[in-house]
């Protein structure tokens, strides 16, 4: 039925049959393809044929409704995927909106130094679009801003969005950068570059950011905890600085939603045989970008954190936290460390030709285009090593880091003195993706990936109607795929906008009014939030009348799971097309 239901019922409807006349007993996947023994499938077929027949006596005629279509389309996530999508919806004429909870767009791209295999300046290939998503008239973006509740269906979405307070206005702030240069408190961890250097209480995240506004870190600015200083508002020029801004809320209508909320490495606390929380100068892959970037703390200059000196033995250790069968880590490749690391191998060897630089693997994935033409470079031409075994421990000892590890093709134990080591740690779902799939009734697997409808045919779309998935929220992925992902999701986000209206599915929930007793049982279950409750006057003995509380079923809403009609301790919920007498009536015929 899940392929050829809609084949038969257009046949039926062409035939003068009402298409929800028509019932399917699925000989083909249910006996013949499963069942060696001729004479089992044979009975087995009989049963579903009965069956089928029993239920079909009892259909009645259904209407499909149809629902109206918003023009306007959400993009949750603020990142390469999220403006990719964003400005393909905006080219085809439809207005877009962005949510990002970071104060500027961009994502973990921003980030990044170099992009492999080409080697391309990151920022040189992102900026241009994240000044493009700015500019476009169709495209409203909502910075330092979450989504807060989503309701409605597909082509009908009403979503609540929470803009955190900046404590500067938005519309004055001209992004001069005076007030973060004067602010005095100094001592703030700076986020953008993982912690490795410190930022004022009032900061614009790096050069580029898109909106360029200034934004106040309530948990360190002195003049909102204690009311004491106000040296950013006396230097704006613009008298931009708010300290009494509250949060707000906007209330929007969509027609379609995109999630494109990114990925983050996890957090390495649990490896501490790598001294990650023991020596600074053991980092992650996405520290040592920083380290390697000319806007990142250290100018470009490769130093060490501990002490300034340039590290000579540089030791690179493959997924930590990948591919693991333990509950530390996560049991999928992470797709993109064997790339990343081939690159920092090689910047390294370029720009340092007196560094060592070893690389500790399990296995190199490098499966997409000239990826394994770029991880040979690395070796061959760098003069990169790469060892196949893992490293087993790293103690920090007299200023150098004991690397313990093993090479499995050599045979043999090593130990390096490393002045760094940097983990490729594995990656994971951003952690607003499981509060927002509950919001969005969106299907999620046990890694907190968002669920396709179908992994091959129907990759960028939730199951659930209306929702549609970009970028790692999905699933491990370059910045390619990524961007390719992109712009099929915001295909797919055009072909829904375009229409008008949209045709209901009309095996939708029903209640029986009589039976019905308010207890509010099916509301509670209801996933898609199809069902309310009214107080309604029914006649009662002696010509009086009855105020009674009963359910009401928004056919627009309700998608027909039926969980409702499961939790109904009355029975009076009944499902339309699979109501409780057609379902006991093909036991019945099972049973005979």
């Not at 949060?247 to 969509?254: G, I, L, R, W």
């Not at 909320?261 to 040592?288: C, H, M, R, W």
């Not at 409808?453 to 659930?464: G, N, Q």
């Not at 390619?480 to 986000?493: D, G, I, L, Y």
Request: charged share 25%.
């Amino acid at each position: 039925p899940r392929m050829h239901e809609a084949t038969f019922r257009k046949a039926a409807e062409r035939a003068g049959i009402n298409p929800y006349m028509v019932e399917i007993a699925n000989i083909r996947e249910h006996c013949s393809w499963i069942h060696k023994d001729m004479q089992e499938a044979t009975e087995k077929a009989v049963i579903l044929a009965r069956a089928a027949i029993a239920k079909v006596n009892l259909n009645a005629p259904l209407q499909a409704g149809e629902s109206r279509v918003t023009k306007r389309a959400l993009v949750i996530g603020g990142g390469i995927a999220g403006i990719q999508t964003a400005l393909d919806i905006a080219d085809a004429g439809f207005e877009v909106d962005i949510v990002e909870k970071e104060p500027t767009i961009g994502g973990k791209m921003t980030q990044i130094d170099k992009t492999f295999p080409t080697l391309d300046c990151a920022a040189c290939i992102l900026t241009p679009k994240m000044v493009d998503a700015a500019q476009n008239e169709k495209i409203k973006i909502y910075s330092y801003s979450e989504v807060q509740s989503v309701k409605g269906f597909v082509g009908n979405f009403k979503v609540t969005i929470k803009k955190k307070a900046r404590y500067v206005d938005e519309v004055k702030c001209t992004g001069c950068g005076l007030c973060t240069e004067k602010c005095p408190q100094k001592k703030v961890p700076n986020a953008f570059n993982l912690g490795l250097d410190n930022r004022r209480a009032i900061y614009i995240p790096f050069a580029q950011a898109v909106p360029k506004i200034a934004t106040i870190d309530a948990d360190y600015c002195t003049m909102l905890k204690s009311g004491k200083c106000g040296v950013c508002s006396k230097v704006c020029t613009a008298g931009a600085i708010d300290y009494k801004q509250t949060d707000s809320f906007v209330e929007e209508e969509y027609g379609a939603i995109v999630v494109a909320t990114g990925f983050n490495p996890i957090k390495l606390d649990q490896y501490d045989e790598f001294a990650y929380s023991q020596s600074p100068d053991v980092v992650t892959s996405l520290e040592f970008e920083r380290l390697m970037n000319a806007a990142g703390p250290t100018g470009g200059t490769l130093l060490r954190p501990s002490d300034g000196k340039h590290p000579q033995t540089i030791v690179f250790v493959q997924c930590v936290g990948s591919r693991c069968d333990d509950s530390k880590g996560k049991p999928y490749c992470s797709k993109i460390c064997c790339m990343y690391t081939a690159k920092h191998a090689m910047l390294c060897r370029e720009k340092y030709p007196d560094t060592d630089v070893y690389v500790f693997y399990i296995d190199v994935r490098t499966p997409g285009k000239n990826f394994d033409e770029f991880y040979r470079r690395a070796v061959e031409e760098y003069g990169v090593h790469y060892v196949k075994g893992m490293v087993g421990k790293v103690v920090p000892e007299n200023g150098k880091l004991k690397v313990q590890a093993s090479d499995l093709l050599g045979g043999r134990q090593l130990h390096i003195d490393a002045d760094m080591v940097v983990l490729a740690a594995a990656i994971e779902p951003d952690k607003s993706a499981r509060p927002l799939a509950t919001m969005l009734t969106a299907s999620m697997d046990t890694n907190d990936f968002f669920t396709e409808a179908h992994p091959k045919l129907r990759p960028v779309e939730s199951p659930t109607a209306g929702i549609f998935l970009s970028g790692a929220c999905q699933g491990p992925k370059d910045i390619p795929e990524t961007v390719a992902q992109a712009s099929a999701a915001a295909a797919k986000v055009i072909g829904l906008l375009a229409k008008d209206n949209l045709v209901c599915n009309p095996c939708t929930a029903t209640p029986d009014e009589a039976m019905c007793n308010g207890c509010s049982s099916c509301e509670k279950v209801c996933p898609y939030g199809a069902i309310s409750y009214i107080n309604k006057e029914f006649r009662g003995p002696n010509r009086t009348t009855l105020l009674r509380r009963v359910a009401q079923v928004n056919p627009a809403v309700c998608q027909g799971c039926g969980a409702c009609t499961v939790a109904c301790p009355s029975g009076a919920m009944d499902l339309k097309g699979f109501s409780n007498k057609q379902i006991m009536a093909e036991v019945d015929a099972i049973c005979r």
